[in-house]
């Protein structure tokens, strides 16, 4: 098994700066998601753990060594692929020990790893299959022992769920724990999905437009986000995010619909903020003391099953959603209800640079 230490690194396609100075250390059999929009960099920088892109400019290393210049073969990682990347005309069999004996390897121990890598994705009764003949997850259980039959000190994913259906993605996504835990091996997986992100990763990484936002374990990046493109990414549904004017020199906030206390040494305000909450953290009613209050009407009412979501409106027309018990009921299209959030649930971003005010709640 390896750390992976990423030092200033970017990457230039022409005039697109696809990475900015990207600065991430990856521990030793930690589980790593790389979580953002399409388009954020996140295969990108998968790519150049790799080796498939050389950075513009910084480092890469693996396991201590530098292996920046260092090609695909040389860099003990083993990657699965969004597409599966399978050779059709070959067996279950087959595509799991190509890469085994292309190395050298002698036929037993081809067998022990063979065996090992079957035993733990669960593909036993399929290895005389050809591709063609296996489910979507299946074929990802094939793409995943190949790896894991490599033995390398780090695996690359890059949104290995996203073509099979949501319900075996849940399945799936436990599968790739269980077997994380049994094998340790440092894993790095690229996903836009954050419930994904939430359920697998040790530590997440949150990336936009190249830049990496947040690094930090699930909790911490739901619970305290650093800025708003965080709290509006994870999550779901997102965080709400109202944002509000404030008169020169508040110290409160008190505005049509909206009262909210703000937490004593934050000094002077913006004169923009983004008042966050989350969905689950608002209760019906009216405020407490040291509690916001919201006035909205209810636009939308949404049946979940098991829960109610529904979409409010502010007074200015901005949109809170929030989730509710299904049997808890009052919940009618039109109607105006009182809302209140916590302090303790209470966040405020500064809106023109997006940062939290005073470094977070």
């Not at 890059?158 to 075996?168: R, V």
Request: aromatic share 4%; glycine share 12%; proline share 6%.
């Amino acid at each position: 098994m390896a750390d992976i230490v990423i030092e200033g690194v970017t990457k230039r396609f022409g005039l697109v700066e696809a990475l900015q100075r990207v600065d991430l250390t990856v521990r030793d059999g930690q589980f790593t998601v790389l979580l953002g929009p399409s388009g954020c960099g996140k295969t990108t920088l998968l790519r150049m753990i790799a080796g498939l892109e050389m950075p513009t400019t910084g480092r890469v290393r693996i396991g201590g060594v530098d292996v920046t210049e260092l090609p695909p073969a040389r860099r003990d990682v083993g990657m699965v692929f969004q597409s599966y990347a399978l050779y059709p005309h070959m067996t279950v069999r087959q595509n799991i020990t190509l890469g085994l004996g292309l190395r050298g390897l002698p036929a037993k121990e081809i067998t022990r790893r063979l065996e090992q890598a079957v035993d733990l994705v669960r593909i036993g009764p399929y290895l005389d299959r050809k591709p063609r003949a296996l489910s979507g997850g299946q074929r990802q259980r094939v793409a995943l022992a190949r790896v894991i039959a490599r033995e390398p000190g780090v695996a690359l994913m890059d949104e290995p769920l996203s073509n099979i259906d949501a319900q075996l993605r849940s399945v799936m996504r436990a599968e790739l724990l269980r077997i994380h835990r049994q094998v340790g091996m440092t894993t790095i997986y690229v996903t836009h999905d954050q419930e994904e992100a939430m359920s697998l990763g040790d530590r997440i990484v949150v990336m936009n437009f190249g830049k990496v936002e947040q690094t930090d374990t699930p909790d911490e990046v739901y619970s305290h986000p650093r800025n708003g493109f965080v709290a509006s990414f994870v999550g779901s549904p997102r965080m709400n995010l109202l944002r509000l004017d404030l008169p020169p020199g508040a110290d409160r906030i008190a505005l049509d619909g909206i009262t909210a206390p703000v937490p004593p040494g934050l000094g002077r305000l913006p004169e923009t903020v983004l008042l966050g909450f989350r969905g689950e953290d608002i209760r019906p009613g009216e405020a407490a003391a040291g509690e916001a209050g919201v006035s909205a009407v209810i636009d939308v009412v949404q049946n979940l099953g098991a829960q109610t979501e529904v979409h409010l409106r502010v007074p200015d027309g901005q949109e809170i959603i929030l989730r509710r018990p299904h049997d808890e009921g009052g919940w009618t299209e039109g109607a105006r209800r009182a809302l209140a959030i916590p302090a303790q649930h209470i966040h405020l971003f500064d809106a023109a640079s997006g940062e939290a005010v005073g470094g977070g709640r």
